[in-house]
């Protein structure tokens, strides 16, 4: 029966040319696609994460970086290019060109708490660099590392609107997190798709997959398309911790660094001068002395204690100059293509390097074993410097750096990597925020050679000097609606002028309660002590023609400092700013409202569930896992993994006994075997918190139990890979058990683990926060 609703047939006519009833009569139309931008250049933009400001060669190093010194050869070099003192905020100015708490990421986006300025994602009604690129025909292209979107975006179930190929980007590949393992990644992405990873080869390494990919990439669009050009953004991981490199390359730089920090500071600066990165007449300010921050002098460290932290920074190198060698490789196949002279490529860090905490803690023992390693990066990253060091340590440093540890640097090595300027990421003195900075277009700067600039220069410039340069047009925002007014300046009169006015003449900085305020030569800063009244703070005062920030000239000049002062407050007002994290803590434990934990059912064989979720599956007074399995006598392997070398818990099958493993932070602590017999079912773990520590329990379904007093409580990042059933997948949480057998799935009848988190958790972070809030105000 015919559908008495149905209009009858008529060919469409609103596609712009008449539209006849056959093909053959009718008028073709095709829709408008974006000009062909011929000749345009290819642009590369690779990031480092925390390398600091004289980490590279041709920025003062001793650390052998001959790709990226053959790139500045061909451009110029920025002796002072300015980041934020943080990689997700540096990210969001450089994708954006808003400043990072206008883009709403003042913080790395692992906070939400409900202020504009730490939304902790990219605003949807700004356009990108790649959504400009793609949209001026460009192919764009992601490697690396992205950290612009929310933690409970990270899963499968996750909103996806703010991963990369959501904001422009036709390929990706990396992880979207703040760090990972080197050797054994904990969640890489595919495009909108988690790769799924037992094990990686005992030789993988990820910088140099990094390069494998963005190579990759590069061939794959230009044997599509030989006129196509394409915007690469390769975002490093290193040399961000862990510090772990390939242990061949870690072996080229033994011994380059038993001098120590003091020495190695002094023939940098000397090389900068050399190279004129640094004016005739700098001196190096005194090591940093700042309550907490400060660095003592490597002839007062015990002989133990020089040794182990000549080969921290041995590992340090070894990461740089992986780094150095894909930059090599880029150039190469660029070369090979013809397309070298006609590509842009820029690198730049985005913060100073890292010290090891954020603000002095209480030094934990530095805890170590011959089956493991040395401690984790989390556990040591606490501890300011090494004051207590394991008497077997120094039997195991051929490990340090490899898969098996998850080291970091003391203090004085970051301050060496920032050389000549005073304090670390975190800080808005310019040894926090000061980046080296290459830009290079041979085709447009064939003058190269030694070719420095000093005017001021800012991540936020990067896009409207892309847009200048090539002459792009930048399109609505993915809401169809104009973005907002970028905050940086096109640099572009500076790369052929080295007598051009700075572009970029003022600029504030804020990062968790540190302020500064540049403005056309002058910078005022704080250096912020925690739950201290913001009023209460002194604002240091610096002129230009002092680089390392070395005289206050704050007494003799209190009209400038007042002014920058007032400046400040005016920038901040208008970017989001306000708020200003005091230090309390509240910005980790406000969060949106929450569904109240339930149960979560894992059943053997399903992918890792991701790390922030398995993590809120252990917080709180106490939690407990069910496992659903039969017993025979026979069967073997992992029958719960959560976590990896840096920290986590354990359940395995081996030789007819049941084992529990807890990682403390590389340090192992073993219970078992429980004899089992045949068709045994049913396994509890349970677990309550106890003055913030774990008492865990192992039940049996016969009655027989494993406890486990005292252990380590994992909260924030940790434990930092998430939960395996029947299997213990990339990084193990047991490197004796991995040794002997991998990552040893269960041969036998497991079926799921259901988790049963806490169902007061929010009572007990509103509890947190309540004291949090309390501690703040009564400092204020």
């Known amino acids: 029966m015919s559908d008495p609703t149905a209009r009858p047939f008529e060919p469409y006519r609103d596609f712009g040319g008449e539209v006849r009833t056959t093909m053959a009569e009718s008028t073709p139309w095709w829709p408008e696609r974006p000009a062909r931008p011929a000749g345009r250049p290819n642009v590369i933009v690779v990031l480092a994460d925390d390398l600091g400001f004289s980490d590279i060669g041709c920025f003062g190093s001793e650390i052998p970086t001959p790709h990226l010194d053959a790139t500045a050869a061909d451009g110029v070099r920025y002796a002072n290019f300015r980041v934020t003192p943080l990689c997700s905020p540096t990210r969001a100015a450089l994708m954006t060109g808003l400043n990072a708490h206008a883009a709403g990421i003042a913080f790395p986006t692992h906070v939400d708490p409900g202020f504009p300025g730490y939304r902790s994602e990219l605003p949807l009604d700004q356009p990108v660099l790649p959504e400009i ?4 025909g460009y192919a764009t292209l992601m490697v690396g590392k992205w950290h612009l979107c929310k933690d409970e975006d990270f899963s499968e179930a996750g909103s996806r609107h703010n991963w990369p190929l959501q904001r422009g980007f036709d390929q990706y590949y990396g992880f979207l997190e703040a760090l990972t393992d080197f050797h054994h990644p904990h ?34 669009v230009r044997t599509a398309d030989p006129d196509k050009p394409f915007f690469l953004y390769l975002s490093h991981g290193g040399v961000h911790a862990p510090m772990q490199a390939r242990a061949e390359d870690i072996a080229r730089h033994r011994g380059r660094y038993d001098e120590g920090w003091d020495v190695v500071r002094e023939r940098r600066l000397a090389r900068q001068i050399e190279l004129g990165i640094m004016p005739e007449g700098t001196t190096l300010p005194a090591r940093n002395g700042e309550e907490g921050l400060d660095v003592g002098p490597w002839d007062a460290l015990s002989a133990t204690e020089r040794r ?5 920074m041995e590992v340090y190198a070894a990461m740089v100059e992986a780094i150095d060698r894909g930059v090599g490789r880029l150039r190469d196949v660029l070369a090979e293509l013809g397309e070298l002279e006609n590509t842009i490529i820029m690198f730049s860090s985005d913060n100073g390097a890292a010290r090891l905490s954020d603000q002095p803690r209480p030094v934990p023992s530095w805890a170590t074993s011959p089956d493991t390693g040395t401690a984790s990066y989390f556990g040591y990253m606490q501890n300011p410097e090494v004051c207590e060091i394991d008497e077997r340590l120094p039997e195991i440093l051929d490990d340090l750096g490899g898969p098996t540890t998850w080291p970091h640097y003391p203090r004085g090595w970051a301050m060496a990597s920032n050389t000549p300027f005073r304090l670390y990421k975190f800080s808005t003195l310019r040894g926090g925020q000061q980046s080296p900075f290459v830009f290079s277009w041979p085709a447009r700067l064939p003058e190269g050679g030694a070719v420095v600039r000093r005017q001021y220069t800012h991540i936020t410039d990067v896009l409207p000097t892309l847009v200048d340069l090539l002459g792009l047009e930048v399109p609505l925002s993915p809401t169809a609606v104009p973005g907002a007014a970028v905050a940086g300046s096109s640099f572009a009169p500076t790369l052929a002028d080295a007598a051009a006015a700075a572009t970029h003449r003022e600029q504030y900085t804020e990062c968790v309660g540190n302020r500064s305020y540049y403005k056309d030569g002058w910078e005022a800063a704080t250096v912020r002590r925690p739950l201290t ?28 400092v007042a002014e920058l002062v007032a400046d400040f407050d005016r920038a901040a007002r208008a970017n989001q700013v306000y708020p200003l994290d005091e230090g309390s803590g509240v910005k980790f434990l406000q969060r949106p409202p929450a569904p109240t934990p339930r149960p979560v059912r894992i059943a053997a064989g399903t992918p890792t569930l991701e790390r922030h979720r398995a993590g809120a599956l252990v917080q709180g007074a106490r939690w407990r896992v069910e496992l659903e399995w039969t017993y025979r006598q026979g069967d073997e392997g992992v029958l719960l993994a959560h976590g990896s070398q840096a920290a986590g818990y354990l359940l395995f099958v081996e030789e007819g006994g049941l084992w529990f493993e807890h990682n403390d932070f590389g340090t192992p602590r073993r219970l078992g075997p429980v004899p089992l017999t045949d068709g045994l079912r049913g396994l509890e773990l349970a677990v309550t918190t106890n003055g913030g520590r774990w008492d865990a329990v192992v039940r049996l379904g016969d009655g027989s139990v494993l406890e486990a007093p005292g252990l380590r409580r994992f909260g924030g990042f940790l434990p930092f890979e998430g939960i395996d059933v029947g299997i213990c997948r990339r990084s193990p949480v047991s490197w004796e058990l991995y040794r002997r057998r991998r990552s040893f799935p269960y041969s036998g009848d497991l079926r799921a683990a259901t988790y049963h988190p806490d169902p007061d958790v929010a009572e007990g972070l509103a509890a947190r926060l309540a004291e949090a809030r309390r501690l703040a105000l009564n400092t204020q």
């Open 133 to 136: 690129f793609r949209a001026n």
């Open 308 to 312: 182990v932290h000549a080969r921290q």
């Open 533 to 560: 009244p913001f009023d209460e703070e002194s604002w240091q005062l610096f002129h230009e023609s002092d680089p390392v920030q070395a005289d206050d000239l704050a007494e003799r000049h209190p009209e400038k």
């Open 187 to 220: 969640r890489l992405i595919e495009g909108n798709s988690v790769v799924q990873v037992d094990e990686y080869p005992d030789d993988y390494y990820l910088t140099d997959d990094l390069t494998d990919r963005a190579v990759r990439m590069i061939r794959e």
